[in-house]
């Protein structure tokens, strides 16, 4: 399983295709599938989806990563062979984001210690919005504007904490969701 193939890093767990050294790929954010034995790891959020039937997960989401580079995974392989305990802290790394004004902008000068702790995750379901984009103009989607989209989704998410905070309220409603994203 750990074994360094020439193709690739590793391979999904769900098409078999190559995750590319230094490449981003996703891990499920339940701790069981990441247990050194299991080990999912998935190309891209819809293969993660794939793993959701058989896991029933009460809650989860795909997490994404980034592939060590050649060098890195082999000398993690001669560590664990060598008993060596990895890495523990798995590293949560957006890859190829562009120093994002978007966030700087929102990131509240109250400094909410819970703020500066939520994950930046892919919040997008990767198969609804392909089946969208495909029904909607028969187009493809690529997996990369998950992560934009995502930052879209935190920044109203964002707006609309904040609008629920000055109501008072711990419960972000519709009505906190800023006027001009509401239909
Ligand atoms: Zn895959
Ligand atoms: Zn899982």
């Given at each position: 399983m750990s074994e360094v193939s020439q193709a690739g890093w590793k391979k999904c767990s769900a098409c078999k295709k190559n995750?590319?050294?230094?490449?981003?790929?996703?891990?499920?954010?339940?701790?069981?599938?990441?247990?050194?034995?299991?080990?999912?790891?998935?190309?891209?959020?819809?293969?993660?989806?794939?793993?959701l039937p058989v896991a029933r997960h009460r809650e989860s989401w795909a997490e994404d990563r980034r592939s060590p580079s050649r060098a890195e995974a082999a000398r993690q392989a001669a560590a664990e062979a060598s008993g060596e305990a990895p890495p523990r802290k798995p590293r949560?790394?957006?890859?190829?984001?562009?120093?994002?004004?978007?966030?700087?902008?929102?990131?509240?000068?109250?400094?909410?210690?819970?703020?500066?702790?939520?994950?930046e995750e892919v919040l997008i379901v990767a198969s609804r919005l392909k089946e969208y984009v495909r029904a909607s103009a028969g187009y493809k989607t690529s997996e990369r504007v998950l992560g934009p989209l995502s930052d879209i989704v935190r920044e109203v998410a964002e707006e609309a904490i904040r609008n629920a905070r000055a109501d008072g309220r711990m419960t972000v409603l519709d009505r906190d969701i800023p006027k001009s994203f509401r239909r």
């Amino acid at each position: 399983m750990s074994e360094v193939s020439q193709a690739g890093w590793k391979k999904c767990s769900a098409c078999k295709k190559n995750i590319d050294f230094e490449s981003v790929y996703y891990v499920c954010n339940v701790s069981t599938c990441n247990r050194k034995r299991t080990g999912l790891q998935f190309c891209g959020v819809s293969c993660w989806e794939v793993h959701l039937p058989v896991a029933r997960h009460r809650e989860s989401w795909a997490e994404d990563r980034r592939s060590p580079s050649r060098a890195e995974a082999a000398r993690q392989a001669a560590a664990e062979a060598s008993g060596e305990a990895p890495p523990r802290k798995p590293r949560r790394i957006i890859a190829d984001k562009p120093a994002s004004a978007a966030r700087s902008v929102t990131a509240s000068p109250s400094g909410m210690s819970a703020q500066s702790a939520a994950p930046e995750e892919v919040l997008i379901v990767a198969s609804r919005l392909k089946e969208y984009v495909r029904a909607s103009a028969g187009y493809k989607t690529s997996e990369r504007v998950l992560g934009p989209l995502s930052d879209i989704v935190r920044e109203v998410a964002e707006e609309a904490i904040r609008n629920a905070r000055a109501d008072g309220r711990m419960t972000v409603l519709d009505r906190d969701i800023p006027k001009s994203f509401r239909r």
